[in-house]
């Protein structure tokens, strides 16, 4: 994933031009060429590259004398840029993991405040430390992923160079990242707290080719006071990775992971979990249609069991050049369960780091033992607001394994019993960017049960979330 900065040039084309540039102090240019563009605020906020600041008529919003702090003047790019997000978000679900376990109706608060400062040195080398507090309130139970106040999310240094052939970027530290659409390896950025990861990452990028390789350990994360968030060798998560351009700017990539955890506990194995996992995905757009393919095999070892279990992954969408640029989409996933018990083979898929919204918000179900079939339209009634309306139908891939709720949690009563239908839901989700700091979002879904949850104590669920969130 590539975050750059575009630059526009504008020859000055006659001496009336440069006249009217002279009369308009806050459109003027330069000699030979126009100012660049501010960033957009982006949910990591380590990609976003405020040094266009240096030139001052970009200087246009309040505060901008802390979004870049000089520190040599004769060094435009050695600045510090401090920013800040705050995320507010109201949730009402009747049924969590489908009123199974003892829950129970709940409407609650759940906040994030994120503040971080970025330190360039020069040109090669920064420093990003971000804090941040989560907070759930009136909710009737927290989870590690409710709430974590007053606790450091990041802290990297990070050295970039770039050569006659590519550009070579290395990270150590306290960091987070994602791949694609999040499917297996995210931020988390649905739930209130983020995962991040104590790693040490190195990337080349040359052309067309990219190459990323890192060993990480995910930070464990706890509220039992501030800056209690560790990182042991008891979870460890590695990787190598290759992405390629082709047929235009379309993306063909892949990679091989080793994940490594202790303690595993599944439905028919427990014990240290070892799992080499492949990865292949191809995505991009023709015309009107776009896509996003995604497969992915694991192998290894929980205990004395054998793993060995599958995923893959499909989104594809054709876009009207209509009024409201209708977009008509497809999705469909699916991910093994474990078929027979007491075999001695795990068939149960794990979806590693997935993130909470990529069904729908509510995270009813995980991706394990899962068959999903998802049509849906979206529409852009205006520049800045989205609607979607979807159907999910929701299948387990084999009636020997339960049904999973995020993130791959069984629903006790399921495994063994029942048939394959899970249910259905309905899903209608509004999103709207008040400006380039502040956008707003509003869902709603309301899952269908089938026979096999209500036979194990659960019922029906509805849904409601509306969030908002500023960036500075």
């Given at each position: 994933?590539?975050?750059?900065i ?31 563009q ?58 969590a ?7 129970r ?8 405040l ?16 971000q ?12 989870t590690p ?5 007053a ?9 970039t ?38 790693a ?20 464990q ?21 290759i ?11 892949g ?57 893959v ?8 050049t ?108 509004l ?7 502040l ?34």
């Open positions: 994933m590539r975050h750059r575009g630059v526009k040039a504008l020859k000055i084309a006659s001496p009336l031009l440069a006249a009217a540039a002279i009369a308009a102090p806050s459109l003027a240019v330069a000699d030979d060429a126009a100012p660049a501010r960033p957009a605020i982006q949910s990591n906020r380590w990609a976003e590259d405020w040094s266009v600041l240096a030139d001052p008529r970009l200087r246009t919003e309040p505060f901008d004398s802390l979004k870049y702090i000089p520190l040599w003047a004769s060094d435009p790019k050695s600045y510090v840029s401090l920013g800040a997000t705050f995320r507010q978000r109201y949730e009402s679900n009747d049924a993991a489908f009123g199974t376990a003892g829950t109706s709940d409407s609650y608060f759940i906040q994030r994120q503040v971080h400062a970025d330190v360039h040195f020069d040109e090669n080398w920064r420093a990003f430390v804090l941040e507090d989560d907070r759930a309130f009136d909710k009737n139970v927290i992923v409710d709430q974590d106040r606790d450091l999310r990041l802290a990297f240094l990070e050295y160079k770039t050569f006659a052939d590519g550009t070579l970027k290395a990270r150590v530290g306290r960091q987070d990242f994602l791949f694609d659409l999040q499917r297996f390896v995210s931020s988390r950025d649905g739930p209130n707290v983020r995962q991040s990861f104590d040490i990452w190195g990337d080349w990028e040359s052309g067309a080719w990219r190459f990323i390789g890192f060993v990480s350990r995910p930070v994360y706890f509220d039992n006071r501030p800056f209690d968030d560790i990182s042991n060798d008891n979870f460890r998560f590695s990787t190598l990775r992405e390629r351009k082709v047929l235009g700017n379309n993306e063909l990539s990679y091989y992971s080793l994940y490594e955890r202790r303690g595993a506990t599944y439905l028919d194995a427990r014990g240290n979990e070892q799992r080499h996992v492949l990865d292949i995905r191809f995505a991009g757009k023709a015309l009107q249609f776009d896509w996003d393919l995604e497969a992915m095999g694991q192998a290894g070892e929980v205990g004395a069991s054998t793993a060995r279990a599958w995923a992954g499909a989104r594809a969408g054709y876009t009207l209509t009024a409201w640029q209708p977009r008509l989409g497809l999705q469909f996933d699916a991910a093994s369960g474990d078929e027979h018990r007491g075999d001695g083979v795990l068939g149960t898929f794990n979806p590693l780091f997935p993130n909470g919204y990529y069904f729908t918000l509510a995270g009813y179900t995980g991706y394990a033992n899962l068959v999903h079939l998802k049509p849906s339209i979206t529409l852009s009634p205006a520049a800045r607001l989205k609607l979607m309306a979807a159907v999910g139908l929701q299948w387990r891939a084999t009636t020997q394994d339960a049904i999973y709720v995020q993130p791959n949690v069984a629903v006790a009563g399921t495994a063994g019993v029942g048939s394959a239908w899970t249910g259905s839901y309905q899903q209608l989700r999103d709207y960017a008040f400006d380039a700091h956008s707003g979002a509003i869902e709603a879904v309301h899952f269908e049960v089938g026979d096999t949850i209500l036979r194990a104590g659960g019922r029906s669920s509805d849904y409601l979330g509306a969030q908002l969130q500023y960036g500075w």
